[in-house]
């Protein structure tokens, strides 16, 4: 069965720091997607990113960058220079397919508080 | 990707009492499915609804407590039965379009 680790139960930094939270995800699939979401205080989930299992590349978007190491099944996600909008709980998860269908199946987040 | 408009955002409510979610999604999709956020907690799946089909739920969850009706592809309600206390969580819908996941706004219930 799939299952997505984050180690990191809350993480504080003050503004301007980098910050890496990290993932690890265990399948027994060939086949999957990664993602990254948001979650700031209103609830609502923010999709950052998909990476799929065969794109081991590195991506960069703004302050935000992905390591995937598919050799040490982690998934982990960092923010250059922290700002107090970035405070929001994060969650990584896997998709594989069960059945025909994928399911997704989330970490249990980390709460990241970016204080001025 | 789709785009999922989902209400009430928010709501409190009388234990005992049932509420019912909509989410509306603005094009056709195939598989939706409902979660649960328990305070502080991570999202789990409750079920899987597939247009003219019955739901598919996952472990703890059944379907008279969660009913969900799927009546066309657009178009997806989630009732929270019989409401206690311990019901009270965020429930977010999702539509999946290829691999991609799309998530309603949320709405946070409180059962008093």
């Known amino acids: 069965a799939q299952k997505v680790t984050q180690a990191q139960t809350e993480i504080s930094v003050v503004e301007k720091e980098d910050v890496t939270l990290d993932c690890v995800y265990e399948?027994?699939?060939?086949?999957?997607?990664l993602f990254w979401y948001k979650q700031p205080p209103s609830g609502e989930l923010v999709f950052l990113i998909r990476?799929?299992?065969?794109?081991?590349q590195n991506e960069i978007s703004g302050r935000y960058s992905w390591n995937f190491q598919k050799s040490t099944s982690s998934f982990n996600f960092t923010i250059t220079a922290s700002q107090v909008v970035d405070s929001a709980v994060y969650f990584c998860?896997?998709?594989?397919?069960?059945?025909?269908?994928?399911?997704?199946?989330f970490g249990k987040g980390t709460m990241l508080l970016v204080s001025p | 990707s789709a785009v999922i408009s989902q209400k009430p955002s928010r709501d409190i409510c009388q234990r005992g009492t049932s509420l019912t979610i909509q989410c509306q999604v603005d094009?056709?999709?195939?598989?939706m499915f409902w979660y649960r956020q328990q305070p502080g907690q991570s999202l789990t799946l409750i079920a899987t609804?597939?247009?003219?089909?019955?739901?598919?739920?996952e472990s703890g969850f059944v379907i008279d407590k969660f009913p969900i009706s799927r009546p066309n592809l657009t178009f997806s309600t989630l009732t929270v039965s019989n409401m206690s206390p311990e019901d009270s969580s965020i429930y977010l819908c999702?539509?999946?379009?290829?691999?991609?996941?799309?998530f309603g706004s949320g709405t946070r219930l409180t059962v008093v």
């Open positions: 999702s539509a999946i379009q290829g691999h991609g996941y799309t």
């Open positions: 399948t027994r699939d060939t086949t999957y997607y």
């Open positions: 990476r799929n299992s065969f794109d081991e």
């Open positions: 998860a896997l998709s594989e397919r069960n059945s025909g269908y994928s399911t997704l199946t």
């Open positions: 094009s056709q999709v195939t598989m």
């Open positions: 609804a597939n247009q003219g089909s019955e739901a598919t739920y």
